[in-house]
């Protein structure tokens, strides 16, 4: 790869100033340098160069820019990042949507809908906005992370500036079928993402919304990579307490190979705490896929990993532990949302 032009960059106080033309390839790793975010490019996209500037921009803010420039580059799909941050760029036309870069954060709204009802409750109509937070590769915000989130809109209000925001005592319309009650963009199981769907009062979607304003408040806790050997009595200290495997059954057999079952117990340091806020909701077959955990919702401390089919039992299996809770806000507000036809 040939860099025509490097000018300037630096990252400082969580900013990126770029300004350089490169392939998207140089690009990518002058960002994941100065960042720590990591990236997985496909074949498909050319590595012709392209003309990159930015100053004092976010995280998100100078990944967009890049695909921006290149105009056949994105990674805002139904599946966004993983358990291990990697963002994946694919071969596709760069597609805007309305976005705030809200600090290390990317709150996009994915689209907007109205409903009309009419049934033997009566007629109702209403609109809702779609809002997706993507978190950097740095701070998990997804459920399977353990993270949780807490959405408020402030204010929502028409081209004519009328408030669109439901009275608290407006209830949501019963439906025998809700339809749409969930984004389609970056929200796939696993992805690094949240997502809220805000009801409002119904509005003329071309004209969209003067402003909508709102926050997301995010706990979040930092992952802690803890391997543990799938063999009954091995125990592993750990941030969260002591993780003990109690029993180990083979399970199934196929043509792909065996699935096992372990039953595993955490022994916390500090009781009552559930287990949701301990480890994430997730487990890796050794250097393998990752798969979902269904945790306990009460205080129990025993659970259960399924592992497989594999044509055998890895050596190690990694867990995730959460450490350092903490609440972030993420606050937000679009001005003239609406969305282009064609």
């Known amino acids: 790869m040939i860099v025509l032009a490097a000018l300037f960059f630096a990252l400082q106080d969580g900013t990126v100033t ?44 100078t990944l967009d820019a890049i695909c921006r420039a290149h105009g056949n ?29 809200s600090g290390p954060f990317r709150v996009t709204v994915s689209e907007m809908g109205r409903f009309t009802q009419t049934s033997s409750l009566g007629s109702r109509a209403w609109t809702r906005v779609y809002v997706v937070v993507f978190g950097p590769p740095w701070i998990q915000v997804s459920s399977q992370s353990g993270a949780k989130a807490e959405f408020t809109a402030l204010e929502a209000r028409t081209a004519d500036g009328d408030g669109v925001l439901p009275n608290p005592e407006e209830l949501d319309p019963i439906q025998r079928i809700d339809v749409m009650n969930y984004s389609t963009l970056g929200t796939k199981t696993g992805s690094n993402s949240v997502y809220k769907v805000f009801q409002l009062r119904p509005f003329d979607l071309d004209r969209g919304l003067s402003v909508f304003r709102g926050k997301a408040v995010l706990t979040v806790a930092d992952p802690v990579d803890t391997a543990v050997a799938p063999k009954e009595g091995t125990q592993v ?53 990752w798969q979902d955990l269904e945790l306990p919702r009460d205080n129990g401390m025993t659970f259960e990993a399924v592992i497989g089919p594999l044509p055998k039992l890895p050596d190690r299996l990694v867990f995730r532990v959460r450490k350092g809770d903490r609440k972030v806000e993420v606050p937000f507000e679009f001005k003239n949302l609406t969305f282009k036809k064609g």
């Open 18 to 61: 770029l300004e350089k033309t490169a392939p998207i390839g140089t690009l990518l790793r002058d960002l994941q340098q100065a960042t720590g975010g990591r990236f997985q490019i496909a074949p498909s996209i050319t590595d012709t160069p392209v003309a990159l500037k930015v100053r004092n921009a976010s995280f998100f803010e």
């Open 237 to 289: 200290q750990t941030e969260a307490g002591t993780l003990v495997v109690d029993k180990v059954t083979e399970h199934l057999k196929s043509d792909k190979g065996s699935t096992w079952r372990l039953q595993l117990t955490m022994q916390p340091k500090q009781p009552g705490r559930a287990l949701r806020t301990l480890l994430e909701n997730r487990v890796q077959e050794g250097e393998g896929k």
């Open 73 to 101: 580059a994105t990674y805002a799909d139904t599946a966004f990042a993983g358990p291990d941050g990697t963002i994946s760029l694919r071969s596709a036309t760069w597609v805007e949507y309305p976005v705030v870069y």
